[in-house]
């Protein structure tokens, strides 16, 4: 009888369960700590930046120890299970186009409701008035960031987890173990255990998300509070409109319009991602879980192996939306009017810009000063929207994963690797 109301309790209080409340109570006592808990050594030193901190970044960084060997290995064994360019060619077109067209309707989206809504007027800020430390931002060319695609060194692209590197070596890996079946039985077999560790790592690593996802919000709440949300409204409201927008308007009805599913059962069961893309702001972390999701939706592992970590270095659309409202923001806070030329340089730029930005937290800000060095928009004005950008960062990274899931799930649809029935069915908690 006890066994049996484990096993209730298990199922009613899930993982995806267990983050949701995990994030709610964060945000709760963050909000408690920083108004009931006077300024000091023992609530700033001591709990936020010391117990809160460090236990949140053990958290991350269990999840960042399994990134680089997951995405290589997950990668280069999709492809080797693919078995030729062919396929392979059919996948990676079809899923970078998609990339492309929604960061690109991303961006457009941005900057109209921007335009409409007009965060920043009236706020009459002279140049000089806020400061950016620009150490460690550089502007990228588009030759550049093509270039930096390729590595020169694969060691230390692995080394430093340069993910758009990683993918490409793996990718080259992946389909040589396939070309050379019968000479590399054994190191495809290597791979595919490999892979089958990385997998079963994360699912040990992710029992301790609930703990990692309280104390990383307690910790940005109880930093914040509430009052520099609300002085900042209008601005987070517009690129929150753009992040809802995205997420319903453009993700659901292409989900609805290319594969006939219903897309609020897509929501159901991807809602543990987004919670989990939420709380640790960072893309690349949410690729075990992501993946893992994904295969008990019915999407071809073969896949999802590919197009999930390549999303998440090279899909960007909510990093994409908070860059066209900020430099619309900006502009009106210093008084600068923008052509219609600019806002095509701002989307030709934010694109690019995305495809070269980082899986990890806050990286969005250092491309933001590449956008706007493009128009000729005062790199200080960064410095105004700092303060919230963990928020914010927050919510386009589970707009950012939700985007590379509704990919995956067209392209494999198109390829018949999507299984519908799987789809519909109950997804077991774990």
């Known amino acids: 009888m006890d066994k049996g109301k484990k096993e209730k309790n298990k199922q009613r209080f899930g993982l995806s369960q267990r983050i949701f409340l995990s994030l709610i109570l964060g945000v709760v006592v963050g909000i408690l700590i920083h108004y009931f808990i006077p300024e000091g050594h023992f609530r700033d030193d001591i709990l936020i930046e010391g117990i809160f901190y460090t236990i949140g970044q053990i958290f991350i960084r269990l999840m960042q120890m399994l990134v680089v060997p997951l995405v290589f290995f997950s990668i280069a064994d999709g492809c080797r299970n693919l078995g030729d360019t062919d396929t392979l060619g059919k996948v990676g077109v079809r899923i970078v186009v998609f990339y492309l067209f929604t960061t690109f309707l991303a961006i457009v ?100 998300a609930p703990i990692g996802v309280f104390f990383l919000l307690t910790r940005t709440f109880a930093s914040l509070g509430y009052e520099v949300i609300l002085s900042m409204i209008s601005y987070m409201a517009t690129v929150l409109t753009g992040l809802l927008f995205q997420l319903v308007i453009v993700y659901l009805v292409l989900l609805t319009i290319f594969t006939r599913v ?29 993946i893992k999701t994904l295969d008990e939706m019915g999407i071809d592992r073969k896949i999802s192996s590919f197009t999930v970590p390549l999303g998440s270095t090279i899909n960007m659309d909510g990093t994409a939306i908070m860059q066209g409202v900020a430099v619309v923001f900006i502009a009106n806070a210093y008084k600068i009017d923008l052509s219609l ?90």
């Open 109 to 208: 989206v941005a900057l109209l409701l921007a335009n409409l809504i007009n965060p920043g007027k009236g706020m009459n800020i002279n140049i000089g008035d806020n400061k950016f430390d620009m150490e460690g931002s550089t502007e990228i060319s588009l030759s550049e960031t093509i270039l930096n695609f390729i590595p020169t060194n694969p060691i230390e692209a692995l080394a430093s987890g340069n993910m758009i590197q990683i993918i490409i070596f793996a990718v080259i890996c992946g389909l040589l173990i396939a070309y050379m079946e019968d000479r590399m039985t054994t190191l495809g077999n290597i791979v595919t255990e490999m892979n089958d560790l990385m997998m079963g790592m994360t699912m040990w690593v992710m029992k301790l």
């Open 262 to 290: 219903n897309p609020f059962t897509f929501l159901k069961k991807f809602f543990p991602v987004m919670t989990f893309a939420f709380s640790t702001a960072s893309s690349s972390a949410t690729v075990p879980l992501h």
């Open 341 to 430: 030329t600019d806002f095509l340089t701002v989307i030709l730029t934010a694109t690019i810009a995305s495809v070269g930005t980082a899986g990890i937290p806050s990286v969005g800000l250092v491309t933001l000063s590449m956008v706007l060095q493009s128009v000729g928009l005062p790199v200080e004005g960064i410095a105004m929207i700092m303060g919230i950008d963990r928020i914010l960062d927050m919510s386009r990274t589970a707009i950012n994963i939700t985007g590379d899931a509704v990919g995956t799930i067209v392209v494999a649809n198109s390829l018949k690797a999507f299984d519908k029935k799987k789809y519909m069915e109950k997804i077991q908690e774990n």
